[in-house]
C-alpha cells in the first residue's frame, strides 16, 4: 500500500468540497430538501450511508458535521476517516482512487 502521497493531490483533496467527497464516497447520498439553514445558506443537510452505518452531514464548502455524532472536521480526507472508518492513508488512497479523471 502506498504510504505517501504527492503534496498537489493531499492539497485537491483538501479542497474537494464536502458534498462532492459524500457522493464518491457513500452507497446512498440524499440532500434533504426540507432542511432550511440558521447560519449559512449555503449549508445543506445530508442523509448518507456507508457499508458503515447511517450518517446525518451537514455540509458548508470543505466543512462538515455529523449531527448524530455531534462531530465535525475539515477535507474530503477527514471526512472519509469518518465515514468510512479508516486511517488517514486508507482515506486519501480510496478518494484518490474514486476522484481521479479517467480516460
Known sequence: M???FPAATLLHLRQTPSDA???SL???CKVDATYHPV???????WHVRTDHGEFEILTTGVKWYDA?????GGGAIDLAM???H????EAAR???ARTEPRG
Do not use: E, Q, Y
Not at 448524530?68 to 465535525?72: D, E, F, I, L
Open 26 to 28: 457513500t452507497l446512498f
Open 94 to 96: 480510496i478518494l484518490t
Open 39 to 45: 447560519k449559512d445558506p449555503n449549508s445543506r443537510h
Open 21 to 23: 467527497a459524500l457522493r
Open 82 to 84: 469518518h465515514i468510512l
Open 86 to 89: 479508516v486511517p488517514f492513508a
Open 2 to 4: 502506498r504510504k505517501s
Open 68 to 72: 448524530r455524532a455531534k462531530m465535525g
